[in-house]
């Protein structure tokens, strides 16, 4: 039986090699290696002409349940900070 895959590995796979990336989006933005990238606080989600995910920032304290009170389809996965 293989083992499971968790969403982080196939996001860091759905990533671009060198995505955009900032630890603070005031001082712009690198482009570096995906293992590189990661390790920042902002990075770019999907790739260059090619939509894999919707991001949404919500800033309310049950944000990561929005979709539950409004009634709508389960996301893929939600993410807190």
């Known amino acids: 039986m293989a083992a499971p895959v968790h969403q982080l590995e196939i996001f860091y796979d759905d990533l671009a090699y060198k995505p ?3 630890e603070y989006l005031d001082r712009g933005l690198d482009i570096l290696p995906k293992r590189e990238a990661i390790k920042r606080r902002y990075i770019q989600g999907n790739q260059p002409c090619m939509v894999n995910y919707l991001f949404f920032d919500l800033d309310h304290a049950d944000s990561v349940l929005a979709w539950h009170t ?3 389809p389960i996301p893929y996965w939600t993410a807190r900070n």
């Open 20 to 22: 955009y990336c900032a």
């Open 70 to 72: 409004e009634n709508l």
